[in-house]
């Protein structure tokens, strides 16, 4: 069973930047494709990005061009640079393995002035 542990979150103003971090275990994480979602309040939790276990990338077009997924394999975590943030990315944010339906307890980003 996968265990997942999001870090990073806080308060924001727009423009600032956060770093998010997830820590998994209980799997050989180098063999997951890996990615973040988020959920805002009243709405569907949404996909923003990915990394397959080669390192290829994918984002959300709502996020691309500011946001970096990035792993680190020795570490077991997945990160989330996410730069020139606006008041629409305030979300919990949980990351995932593929092919599990488990999630941590998240990180809460609220970017607000």
């Known amino acids: 069973q996968v265990q997942l542990v999001e870090s990073g979150g806080g308060l924001v103003q727009p423009g600032g930047s956060l770093r998010l971090s997830c820590t998994a275990s209980?799997?050989?994480?180098?063999?997951?494709?890996m990615g973040w979602y988020r959920q805002a309040p009243g709405k569907e939790r949404e996909w923003v990005a990915s990394?397959?276990?080669?390192?290829?990338?994918t984002y959300a077009n709502s996020v691309k061009a500011r946001f970096t997924i990035s792993r680190e394999n020795s570490n077991n975590t997945v990160d989330l640079q996410m730069n020139n943030l606006n008041p629409e990315d305030t979300a919990v944010y949980y990351c995932?393995?593929?092919?599990?339906?488990?999630w941590g307890q998240g990180t809460q980003v609220t970017v607000s002035s």
């Open positions: 995932r393995a593929s092919g599990y339906d488990s």
């Open positions: 209980g799997i050989i994480f180098s063999y997951y494709d």
């Open positions: 990394i397959t276990r080669k390192g290829i990338k």
